[in-house]
Nanobody
Framework: EVQLVESGGGLVQAGGSLRLSCAAS????????IGWFRQAPGKEREGVSC????????YYADSVKGRFNISIDNDQPTASLQMNSLKPEDTAVYYC????????????????????WGQGTQVTVSS
């Protein structure tokens, strides 16, 4: 059984930083994309960032470009999302997701329906 365990959420003031981590167990595939979706109250789920295990290609939502950085360790596999210059609008529950495709665009297209999901971690940014 595939399980994703997330850590690193919390409360931070605007302008601060947080680092999310995601560790997968029971996962034995070589080609995949791992990343995060987030969902704020009253808003649709949004793909935030992801990274391909095969070529390291990344995707960032326009709203986080230049502020967030995703990295991967294929040996575990694990992924981390370094979030800098946080804004109140970044407040959401962040979900780690793995999709069995090495293409970030596929991650965005099918991640909500065909991916493995973590339990979610709350990120709250105060103004």
């Amino acid at each position: 059984e595939v399980q994703l365990v997330e850590s690193g959420g919390g409360l931070v003031q605007a302008g601060g930083s947080l680092r999310l981590s995601c560790a997968a167990s029971g996962f034995f595939f070589d080609d995949y994309t791992i990343g995060w979706f987030r969902q704020a109250p009253g808003k649709e789920r949004e793909g935030v960032s992801c990274i391909s295990s095969s070529d390291g290609k990344t995707y960032y939502a326009d709203s986080v470009k230049g502020r967030f950085n995703i990295s991967i360790d294929n040996d575990q596999p694990t992924a981390s999302l370094q979030m800098n210059s946080l804004k109140p609008e970044d407040t959401a529950v962040y979900y780690c997701v793995i999709v069995l495709s090495p293409h970030p665009q596929t991650f965005l297209a099918i991640g909500t329906s065909a991916g493995y999901w973590g339990q979610g971690t709350q990120v709250t940014v105060s103004s």
